[in-house]
Structures are given as C-alpha cells and as structure tokens.
C-alpha cells in the first residue's frame, strides 16, 4: 500500500478526487502534501502533472467521456492556482533571474502545460507573464514591445498549430526576443522546433528551467522571414493549395464514401457531423506534414485516431477508403499524394483488432 505522502500515494490520492469530481478533497491532497514537507516543484511536477496526463489517456481510451474530462482539466487547474495562491511557502524566491512571458500558440487551447511551466519558473525566480491559451501573435509582439522580456516560451500540444507557430516564433525574433519551445506538437525530441527556427526547445518543465539558466542569446534584429526560408520545399505551393481546398476536398470525400458505404446515407446530423470533423482533422493533419514535409507526423496521427475510433467500437478501415478518396482528388500534388499513400500503409500495418457492433458511427 502507498503511503499518502510518496509520490505514487499523493498521485492515487489525487486522481480519486479528480475522478470524483471533488474539487475540494482536491486542493486538500495538496496542501496538506506541503504541510507535510512537500516542495511545490514535486507537487506540479511529479504529481499534478501525472494526473492531468491520465484524465488524457481515460479519454482516450473510453473510460471518461468529453465532459468529465473537461471537468478534471478544470478541477486539477484550480488545484495549481490553490499552489499559487498560497501563503509564501519556505524557500520561495523574490522574482531576480530575470523576466520571461509564457503563452501558447494561437489556436491552443491546452493551457495546462504551459501553466505548469510558469508557475515552476516563478518558483525558480523568474518573474513570469504567463499569457494563457491561444496568444494571437499581434498581442504577443505588443506586450514584448511594452515589457523588458528576456525570452518567450511558446506552448503547443498540436501539431496542426505549428504553421501558425512558425509565424509567431519569426515575430518574436525580429524584434530581437529568442523563442524556447515546447509542448507536444513540437516533436518528442524538438525536431519541428528545429525546423521552425525555434532558438530552443525544451521537453518539460524542468528543462525549460534549465534552458533559461543556461541562457538563450538574443537573435539580432531583422526582418520577419518567409516560411519558404525556412521550410524550401513550401515553393511547391502543395500545403498552400491543402488549406485553400480544404472544405471542398471534406465535402467531396463524405458524399463519395457515401456512394461506396451506402450504409452512411442512414447516419443521423450527430453522426455525419462527427464523421465530417474526422475528415476534416485528417486534412489538416495533411497539410500540416505538408508544411513541415513529415510523412511521420501524419502516419502517427492516423494510427493514434484508428486507436481512438477502436476504443469507441467504431471500425478504423473506413479511414484506409477517405485516404484512397482524397488521393484521387489530390493526385495533381506529387509530396500530397505521397503523405497519403504513406498513412494508408501505416494504417495496414496496424495490428487487427475485432470490432463488434455494425460498421456506423456509434
């Protein structure tokens, strides 16, 4: 049995309330965690952080539904605000290393990360303006403009942001203030934040910490570059034409597998909305690897959501037909094609597993 102050135990303890619903017996496991000795750090880090991660794979896996999910989200949100808000604890340090902002991407909505990441980095000293969920790149620019930062770090757990990121990381530096990167959408070992100019990438929390202290050099003023300077293979126009077709390529591929599942013409508005946003996820999946030109990028999407849609009894080789589907009206685009065919043989080599019920949207 763990004991109630080991990390295993604090963690148990935690995901109980959360999974509850309790907000209260929430904030309770963590305060008195830190009555009994335990560092803020190890609480955000090592406790909170793990948790937050599991609501994610329940959701995953089927074993929560949307609503609880956002319900745990909120809950382990306020249990880190009871952290912050929290009389001075022993050892916490008057903000002298220095001044940092920290947002997300615009169009991010998952804030949690990049909360943990300025609540550790205000607990090490810095003095942190930490900006939230999805930071238009404009406002980012104009609050650098107004406050003396020393570096920005931008969150992402999506990778469809990165076009987006690649923007506001090429604004950032040609006022002359360095980009640390993080989350998710930037690679497990940074590679997109590599290829997007990012001056550094840091895997979690800690690492960012140590990243600031080792310091980051201004990059010298210029003017805002091209994504084609970066990313050369953009001349193709291929992502470019994606996005712009990106509505008529979903709707032409829901009515033709239609016509070849005749079944789908019985879907009810809920099903033919959701089936819709898969299709629609798919093809920004698509032209976000046509951006970065990483056919891994959209193989691990699709083999992530056929693990999803098995979890849910709905069967994955339907996504094998929408890929062929799009092939066909993107076979003008040579690097498109390729990334489809590519997630059509990573779907293949997944192993088969039995799927009861029909073959409809549950």
């Excluded at 990028?297 to 849910?312: E, K, N, P, S, V």
Aim: glycine share 8%; net charge negative.
């Amino acid at each position: 049995m763990n004991h109630p102050t080991t990390t295993a135990g604090l963690q148990g303890r935690l995901w109980e309330a959360v999974a509850e619903g309790d907000e209260y017996a929430a904030v309770g496991v963590v305060q008195q965690a830190l009555d009994a000795g335990v560092d803020d750090e190890a609480l955000l880090l090592d406790v909170i952080a793990p948790v937050q991660e599991r609501v994610g794979t329940e959701w995953a896996a089927n074993r929560i539904t949307v609503a609880q999910e956002h319900a745990a989200t909120a809950i382990n949100e306020r249990v880190v605000a009871s952290l912050a808000h929290r009389r001075p604890a022993p050892g916490r340090r008057t903000p002298d290393k220095g001044r940092v902002t920290v947002g997300c991407i615009d169009g991010e909505w998952h804030a949690f990360p990049a909360r943990l990441v300025a609540e550790v980095l205000s607990l090490r000293g810095w003095r942190v303006d930490y900006l939230g969920a999805q930071t238009p790149t404009p406002h980012l620019v104009a609050h650098l403009h107004h406050t003396s930062t020393d570096a920005v770090l931008l969150s992402g757990s999506l990778p469809t942001h990165l076009p987006t990121a690649h923007g506001a990381i090429t604004a950032c530096q040609a006022i002359g203030v360095p980009v640390l990167t993080g989350g998710r959408a930037f690679g497990p070992d940074g590679r997109h934040a590599r290829a997007l100019g990012a001056d550094r990438w840091a895997a979690d929390a800690r690492g960012a910490a140590a990243v600031l202290e080792a310091g980051i050099p201004r990059p010298r003023l210029a003017g805002i570059r091209q994504a084609a300077e970066d990313l050369p293979h953009l001349a193709d126009q291929e992502y470019t034409m994606v996005v712009r077709s990106r509505g008529q390529l979903v709707k032409q591929t829901l009515v033709d597998l239609e016509n070849r599942y005749p079944a789908m013409r019985g879907y009810d508005d809920s099903q033919r909305e959701r089936t819709a946003e898969d299709l629609a996820h798919i093809v920004d999946f698509l032209a976000t690897a046509l951006y970065l030109d990483d056919a891994e990028l959209f193989t691990t999407f699709l083999t992530w959501t056929a693990d999803i849609l098995q979890a849910r009894n709905v069967p994955a080789h339907s996504m094998v037909t929408g890929l062929d589907i799009l092939a066909g009206q993107l076979r003008d685009f040579p690097r498109t094609v390729g990334l489809l065919h590519a997630g059509v043989d990573a779907l293949r080599a997944q192993p088969n597993r039995p799927v009861p019920g029909p073959e409809t949207r549950a």
